[in-house]
Every structure is written in structure tokens, then in C-alpha cells.
């Protein structure tokens, strides 16, 4: 073997979030991540990170990839906050799903944006209703299904091979509208919407890949053939871990 050529390694993937069987979500990852090496080939070395533990500088530096997974209200909102951070910051690819997407928009608008105030209603509920960033859903997603229409040329479409799909939510709070051209002017787009013009999916174009999106992705089928955004993680992450060799 030649010494100046090391073997490819085993990407790495912080799952941020409070682990627990009683959602459902947690309990289909290690599913996900079954099929996505035996089917795919795309073995992933996934690491469990507690929303408390993600509060330490650098928990999540050295992954290949992070994922901001359902489970809200989280343990500790700074936490979730600082691993969406850093990926955003570090270029590691991300995904958010459900309170990850929640997140990924309050962590942008905070610290980007300049909307120090930014709340989330669900973590604040106390919070002044003109900073309210995540506010209560008018109707409840919860155990909802309903289609989501994609921007043409975006990540959200090239992943999903798609310009239309179906997705199951189980949220009862989202993105209140009269931030959003705030968060727009500073670089996110807004590429995923439901038939009535909801905000469903967030992208930067300027990262490598991060992506969010307000419904959940691991409960599409039965985790044997895994959503294409998870998918498309898996291989954004494959593609990190060879060039980050080290």
C-alpha cells in the first residue's frame, strides 16, 4: 500500500437532539441509517449529541455532517442554536427537520440578521408577539399530510428529484411571515412552500449544504427506503469526509 494514500474513512454525523423512544422520529433514525448503508452504500458513523452537550464550543466540529433532528421544545435552546452555528459557519453539511427547521431560522436570524430579539414561541411563550420569529401554527401539522411545492433549480428540488411532493408534519408551530423577507435579504431562500403559500423548506445557497425543513422526513414509508433529503445528506456527508481527510 502506498503510505502517502490513506483508506477513505467512515463519515461522521452529530444527530442533535434529546433522544427518546417516545418520538418517533429518534426511533426511525437507526432504521434510516440501516438502509442508507445497505441500500445506498452510504454508511454513516452517526454520534447522538444531547441539545446540552451541543452547548460546548466545538461539540460539533470534526462531524461530517449535522442534523438537527425533531423533539422540541429541546433541552437547551442554546444547544440546538450552536451546533446549527456552527455547521453554518464551518460549511459541514446540515439538515434540520421539524424543530431543526425552527432552529435553523431562529439561529439565522439572531446572529446573521441582526434580530437579537428573534423568539420561539414554544421555547418563549412569554416573548413579545412582534419578535416572534416560530409562532404558533393556526392550525396544528400535527399528524397532517399535505403537499409541498419546490422551487425549480434549488437543493430542496435536486435532492428531492422533484418539483412537487408529500410530506407528513408533526408541529404545531412555523414561521411567522413578517420576518421572512429579513432572513431573504440576508442570503436565505425560502424553496419549499405548502398550497397555501406556508413556508415549508430553507436553504443558503452560499453553504455546501444546509437545509431545513418544517416537516419530517424520517417518517416517510417505513424507513426502508430512506427520503431523498436524508439521502442527499448522506452523501453531501460522504463527499465532506473526502476532502476533510484528516
Known amino acids: 500500500m502506498n503510505p502517502t494514500h490513506s483508506l477513505p474513512r467512515t463519515p461522521r454525523i452529530a444527530l442533535v437532539g434529546d ?3 417516545h418520538v418517533r422520529s429518534h426511533v426511525r433514525v437507526p432504521v434510516l441509517l440501516d438502509a ?3 441500500r445506498d452504500g452510504l454508511a454513516l458513523d ?3 449529541v444531547p441539545t446540552g452537550d451541543a452547548e460546548a464550543p466545538g461539540a460539533v466540529k470534526g462531524f461530517d455532517a449535522v442534523w438537527v433532528l425533531p423533539g422540541s421544545p429541546y433541552a437547551s ?3 440546538a442554536l450552536a451546533a446549527i452555528r456552527t455547521a453554518r459557519e464551518d460549511g459541514i453539511p446540515f439538515l434540520g427537520t421539524c424543530g431543526g ?4 431560522l431562529l439561529e439565522y436570524a439572531r446572529d446573521v440578521c441582526g434580530l437579537t430579539g428573534a423568539a420561539h414561541a414554544e421555547n418563549d411563550p412569554t416573548a413579545d408577539e412582534g419578535d416572534l420569529l416560530i409562532a404558533p401554527l393556526a392550525c396544528s401539522l400535527v399528524g397532517h399530510e399535505g403537499v409541498v411545492r419546490v422551487t425549480p433549480g434549488s437543493l430542496a428540488e435536486r ?7 408529500t410530506e407528513r408534519y408533526h408541529c404545531d408551530y412555523g414561521p411567522d411571515s413578517r420576518h421572512l423577507d429579513t432572513l431573504r435579504a440576508h442570503g436565505m431562500r425560502f424553496t419549499g412552500a ?4 406556508g413556508i415549508r423548506i430553507a436553504e443558503l445557497p452560499s453553504h455546501p449544504f444546509f437545509l431545513a425543513a418544517l416537516f419530517q422526513p424520517e417518517l416517510a414509508g417505513d424507513g426502508t ?5 436524508i439521502r442527499a445528506l448522506a452523501v453531501a456527508a460522504a463527499k465532506h469526509a473526502a476532502e476533510h481527510p484528516a
Open 19 to 21: 433522544r427518546s423512544p
Open 36 to 38: 442508507l448503508a445497505e
Open 46 to 48: 452517526a454520534y447522538w
Open 77 to 79: 435552546e442554546a444547544g
Open 101 to 104: 427547521f425552527q432552529h435553523a
Open 159 to 165: 435532492a428531492l428529484g422533484a418539483e412537487r411532493t
Open 194 to 197: 405548502d398550497e397555501e403559500g
Open 225 to 229: 427506503r430512506p427520503h431523498p433529503l
